[in-house]
């Protein structure tokens, strides 16, 4: 797994750790540059099925059973905990140390539709 040919699309660090969002996938990268996926899979779902028809899109998991429709923001919490965005679902997740991915706030698939304010 490497960068090349991926998006970032956030970053945290906990203290020793940096965690990249890629989309589909967080990329766990240690201090001596390791990169390994924490979770999510780096090439997503399956092409041309667009994510808010496939609710398999977003889905918790352990590693790479994990799955993110659009994974962007990322924090660290205080006991080490991911916290992440996933938009396209309208969804909040927690990813553990272990790569644990558990649905914190939202409803997979219930985002409500965004008005543009002028």
């Not at 790479?64 to 996933?86: K, M, W, Y």
Request: neutral net charge; glycine residues 12%; proline residues 8%.
């Amino acid at each position: 797994m490497s960068l090349e040919n991926h998006t970032p699309m956030g970053i945290a660090v906990d203290g020793s750790n940096l965690y990249v969002t890629l989309l589909y996938a967080i990329l766990k990268i240690s201090p001596t540059g390791t990169e390994s996926v924490l979770a999510g899979s780096p090439s997503g779902y399956p092409m041309g099925t667009p994510a808010w028809v496939n609710q398999t899109a977003s889905r918790d998991g352990i590693g790479t059973a994990a799955r993110f429709s659009s994974v962007q923001g990322i924090a660290v919490g205080p006991t080490g905990a991911l916290f992440v965005t996933d938009p396209e679902m309208g969804v909040i997740k927690a990813v553990s140390a272990t790569g644990a991915v558990t649905l914190l706030a939202g409803a997979v698939g219930q985002k409500l539709p965004i008005t543009p304010r002028l």
